[in-house]
């Protein structure tokens, strides 16, 4: 054997072991799954399914902790000081990444430098509902009815610059009626009143809401996506109602602090992509009409800048404020 092959094998020895490391070491302990809400709404149904197969496949638990409150701030401004080594990531969504920078000039963290996207997890349908005692049966009656009683009705959302808000902003926008902004935690407690019917109506994601359609405790009047849903064909979307291009949806993604190692967060974007394709997070999603993801952190990247545009201008036209 000559010198040169017995270096190069040499090499190629080391090498391997290298990148096994590289590989391997990562997830040295349990990673922490930060939620900025309250548990009971469609981020936790989406960080929990994904965060179940994460678990099997890495070998280490991966838990949810919810962070409700403040807009999902309080919760960035935690993970964006935390160790980035790939233990502590969040669910961002297009409420904390497309629309805080714009109504939260002052935030302690900047969303495009102290984070670094890993990949899309979902796209999860908006819906618009309201509560059975609401004199409206269907979309323009809850239009007319709300534009002939102004600030009579009240609607609830997860929290300033959840998705629900938006969409209710944006809807309120474009029709032109005014109804009242009740923050809450999460989806799960602006729920509860609206079920109980201290608010009288709402927009959420459709895992959230579909239970309660079903049982009749709440009525299904608009969805905010371009096509109508499987789940419910019988609702009509926005746009056929007359505001042609109207589209609003909930998706949620990961990221991690800035500084994260590429080769982790390329191995997390991996294993999301796999979880994606498990049979229980594609049953899940399908019964949940969700679209999942799983590009590479590139791709997620780009697609925050593009929402952030469109966001910016929505926030600029509605006026959206924290309550």
Not at 15 to 21: H, I, N, S, W, Y
Request: hydrophobic share 40%; proline share 8%.
């Amino acid at each position: 054997m000559t010198l040169t092959r017995r270096s190069a094998l040499a090499a190629a020895a080391l090498t391997v072991p290298a990148l096994a490391r590289a590989q391997g070491g990562w997830p040295k302990q349990s990673v922490r799954f930060v939620v900025p809400f309250a548990p009971g709404g469609t981020s936790e149904i989406v960080a929990r399914t994904i965060a179940n197969e994460l678990s099997k496949q890495l070998g280490q638990t991966v838990y949810v902790e919810n962070k409700g409150g403040g807009a999902g701030l309080p919760a960035m401004q935690d993970v964006a000081k935390a160790v980035p080594d790939g233990h502590t990531i969040i669910l961002g969504h297009v409420g904390s990444l497309a629309v805080n920078p714009y109504i939260f000039p002052n935030q302690p963290y900047d969303v495009n430098k102290d984070f670094v996207p890993v990949t899309l997890l979902a796209k999860v349908p908006n819906l618009f509902v309201i509560h059975p005692d609401v004199p409206a049966n269907n979309f323009k009656e809850f239009v007319a009815y709300a534009k002939r009683n102004p600030g009579k009705l009240n609607y609830g959302s997860a929290g300033n610059a959840s998705a629900g808000h938006l969409a209710m902003e944006y809807l309120k926008l474009v029709t032109g009626m005014f109804i009242t902004h009740i923050p809450y935690r999460g989806t799960g407690p602006q729920l509860t009143d609206l079920l109980a019917g201290r608010t009288q109506a709402s927009s959420a994601g459709l895992p959230a809401l579909l239970p309660h359609i079903k049982s009749g405790k709440l009525k299904a009047i608009a969805v905010g996506t371009p096509q109508r849903l499987p789940a419910l064909p019988d609702v009509p979307t926005v746009a056929e109602m007359g505001f042609k291009d109207f589209e609003t949806s909930q998706w949620y993604g990961i990221l991690a602090p800035a500084g994260t190692p590429r080769d982790i967060v390329k191995r997390l974007q991996e294993e999301s992509l796999k979880a994606l394709k498990s049979n229980s997070v594609t049953e899940r999603f399908a019964s949940d009409s969700a679209v999942g993801g799983g590009g590479p952190p590139e791709e997620f990247a780009a697609f925050i800048a593009q929402q952030q545009k469109v966001w910016k201008e929505i926030v600029s036209r509605a006026g959206i404020k924290p309550d």
